[in-house]
């Protein structure tokens, strides 16, 4: 089993930024492909960047390139989203997912590890 827990989340201007942080517990973080997702109410779950074992690949949907950065320090088994130049549209709960079986994930269904989710509020 893997505990995530996410925080970070709040509410923001549009154009401000914000930077979420999950921190992983119960097994070898290094071994763990990590992913941000959001949902946005009446919307299905989307991944919003993806960053593999290492940390060397990432991978980022094409509307949060160039604002949004993931990263993740293994020595503190911890996984980041910078989020800048937010945008209304960007307003959704952000969950952190991890994977134990791809070196890099990037579906939801290849996900079986969630958060419990933090709100993101980005008003106009």
């Known amino acids: 089993q893997v505990q995530l827990v996410e925080s970070g989340g709040g509410l923001v201007q549009a154009g401000g930024s914000l930077r979420l942080s999950c921190a992983a517990s119960g097994r070898t973080f290094g071994g763990l492909a990590m992913g941000w997702f959001r949902q946005a109410p009446g919307k299905e779950r989307e991944v919003v960047a993806a960053?593999?074992?290492?940390?060397?690949?990432?991978y980022y949907r094409d509307s949060v390139k160039g604002r949004f950065t993931i990263s993740r320090d293994n020595a503190k088994n911890t996984v980041y989203l910078q989020m800048s130049s937010l945008k209304p549209e960007d307003t959704a709960v952000y969950y952190c997912a991890a994977e134990s079986q791809r070196t890099l994930a990037i579906r939801t269904d290849e996900y079986d590890f969630w958060g419990q989710g933090t709100q993101v509020t980005v008003s106009s």
């Open positions: 960053i593999s074992r290492s940390g060397s690949s990432t």
